[in-house]
C-alpha cells in the first residue's frame, strides 16, 4: 500500500506556532504532528510514502530522511493545492490498483483497513473517510448506500472529512498539469457523482485549525491518560521533556515546548509556551502564547 501525504500548507491560521516550524512538524504530546500521521498510516498497512513540501519545506524534508519506510519527497516551488499535490506523484502510482491520500496535519486513529477492503471491491473511485461533523468544519453528506451526495438534499446523515481518502488511478485524469483543488476540479465534474464514497469511522480524530483547538486536543489528551504527562505542578497539560519547570510553580490546561521556561512562584492557565519563553517568579498569565520576545492573547472562538 502506498499514500501521497500533503505537507505543503501554510499554516497560517495556526500562527504564530508555525512561525519558526512547518505545520507538520508542530509538536502534538512532545512529537511532531507528521510523525504521527505517518505512524498511524503504517499501522493501516501502508510501507511507502510520497509527501509534498512547501512552507519551510526543508525542515519537513530532513524529518523524513529520518525515516526508515521509504519516502520520496517534492518540493513545490509554486503552491499547487491539493489536486495538484497529488498529481506531483501522477508517474509513481499511475499503475496501483488503488492508494491513499493523507493530509499531514490531521489525525485519525481509527483503524480504517476494513474501509481500503471494501473500497478495493467496489467500483468506486474514491472513498472518503468520515466522523460525525464537528462545528466550523465543511458538511459532506452521504445517501444510504454511502454515496457521498453533491445535492444536499435527501441526505442521511452529515459528517466532516477525516482529510483521509481512497483513489483510483484515473483520477489524475480530471486533474490539471497546475495547481488545483479537488473541490472545484472533481466533485462539482458531473462524471463523478456516484463514484465517491464515504466511510463513517469512530474514535478520535485531530485537526489543529487554530490554538485554541490545538491546546484543546492536548487538554483532553491529559485528561484521558493523566498519569502519562504527569509532572508537579501540572494539571491538566502537557509539557516536553526538554521544558524547564521548577518547583512552586502552578501550570493548568497548558502546553509547553521544548526549550520553554517556568519558575516556582508562576502560574499559568490555558497557556501555550514555545522555544525560548521564559515565565519569572511572580508572573500569571492566562489564555496566553507566550514567546521568546512576545506575550499574545489565545484567539477565542
Not at 105 to 116: A, G, I, N
Not at 202 to 214: M, V
Request: charged content about 25%; some cysteine.
Amino acid at each position: 500500500m502506498k499514500a501521497v501525504v500533503l505537507a505543503a500548507g501554510r499554516g497560517n491560521r495556526l500562527k504564530p506556532l508555525t512561525d519558526r516550524l512547518p505545520k507538520p512538524l508542530v509538536p502534538y504530546l512532545n512529537h511532531p504532528l507528521l510523525e504521527w500521521v505517518l505512524d498511524s498510516l503504517k499501522k493501516n498497512g501502508v510501507q511507502e510514502f510520497f509527501v509534498n513540501t512547501f512552507t519551510q519545506g526543508e525542515k519537513v524534508e530532513e524529518f523524513l530522511k529520518t525515516r526508515r519506510e521509504p519516502v520520496t519527497f517534492v518540493r513545490e516551488e509554486v503552491l499547487r493545492g491539493t489536486g495538484g499535490g497529488v498529481k506531483n506523484f501522477q508517474p509513481f502510482l499511475q499503475g496501483e490498483e488503488a492508494f491513499v491520500v493523507a493530509n499531514a496535519d490531521s489525525l485519525l486513529t481509527t483503524p480504517w483497513r476494513r474501509s481500503w477492503e471494501t473500497f478495493l471491491r467496489s467500483n468506486a473511485w474514491m472513498m472518503m473517510l468520515l466522523v460525525d461533523a464537528r462545528r466550523g468544519y465543511s458538511l459532506l453528506s452521504t445517501d444510504e448506500t454511502g454515496r457521498i451526495l453533491f445535492d444536499p438534499q435527501g441526505a442521511f446523515r452529515g459528517y466532516t472529512f477525516t482529510g483521509i481518502s481512497f483513489w483510483r488511478p484515473l483520477l489524475f485524469d480530471f486533474l490539471p498539469e497546475g495547481p488545483s483543488d479537488l473541490g472545484p476540479t472533481l466533485f462539482r465534474n458531473p462524471r463523478a457523482h456516484g463514484k465517491i464514497l464515504g466511510s463513517p469511522c469512530s474514535g478520535p480524530w485531530i485537526e489543529f485549525t487554530d490554538p485554541l483547538r490545538y491546546l484543546s486536543h492536548h487538554v483532553h489528551a491529559a485528561r484521558r491518560a493523566p498519569k502519562s504527562f504527569f509532572r508537579p505542578g501540572l494539571h491538566l497539560s502537557v509539557a516536553d521533556p526538554g521544558a524547564k519547570v521548577e518547583e512552586g510553580c502552578r501550570i493548568e490546561r497548558s502546553v509547553l515546548w521544548e526549550g520553554s521556561t517556568v519558575e516556582g512562584g508562576s502560574f499559568l492557565n490555558r497557556c501555550i509556551l514555545l522555544p525560548g519563553a521564559h515565565v519569572r517568579p511572580g508572573e500569571r498569565f492566562e489564555g496566553s502564547i507566550i514567546l521568546e520576545d512576545r506575550r499574545e492573547a489565545l484567539p477565542t472562538l
